[in-house]
């Protein structure tokens, strides 16, 4: 799985900008913090605002955005709400990609969505803490930890058990612990 995820991330159909508004579309649909805070300050990397992640935090399309990434957002919200495209949307999609594009972030999005599945029956979040994500809101905490400041911060439960606060942590280290906690699900048997 983990090569997958590897070949995934790194394609190169898709822009780095793309893929992560993409991801973190699916970590906000799916209420994933363990997701969201793998990929947060690679989406900022890219040039991605406060704006427009709180916007994708709160179910919306971001303003300022290129119409790829509009339709790449659109094209996500569609497979993970119906599990489908219809076909306005398929012909954007499109227009915005060519297939080796349009495939890769099909891909792209039925992973991320199997994963936080995943990462959802074990519970396995971020050390950041507080109550079950089931029915909670994401919100604004400045002052939860140092040096988090201008960081949106969802509310969740279940600290990890590695410490992935500080700016070295990359996505592949973070879903490396995830696989592990997956890997080890005969334990729980």
């Avoid at 700016?167 to 906690?181: G, H, R, V, Y």
Wanted: one cysteine or more; hydrophobic letters at 40%; aromatic letters at 6%.
């Amino acid at each position: 799985m983990q090569q997958v995820g590897a070949a995934l991330r790194f394609d190169p159909d898709l822009p780095p900008r793309l893929r992560e508004l993409a991801i973190l579309t699916v970590a906000a649909h799916t209420r994933s913090e363990f997701e969201w805070t793998a990929h947060e300050s690679a989406a900022r990397d890219t040039g991605l605002t406060t704006e427009h992640l709180q916007a994708l935090l709160d179910g919306a399309i971001p303003t300022g955005l290129a119409v790829e990434e509009v339709t790449a957002i659109e094209l996500t919200k569609a497979l993970l709400d119906d599990h489908q495209v219809e076909d306005d949307l398929y012909r954007r999609a499109a227009a915005s990609f060519d297939a080796a594009g349009l495939a890769a972030l099909t891909w792209l999005v039925g992973y991320y969505a199997m994963l936080a599945g995943a990462l959802a029956v074990f519970r396995l979040q971020t050390e950041r803490g507080a109550d079950d994500i089931r029915g909670q809101r994401w919100q604004r905490d400045h002052e939860s930890r140092p040096g988090a400041a201008g960081r949106l911060q969802p509310s969740f439960s279940s600290p990890l058990t590695t410490d992935h606060s500080d700016e070295q942590s990359s996505p592949l280290m973070i879903e490396k612990d995830a696989e592990a906690c997956l890997t080890s699900r005969n334990e729980f048997r």
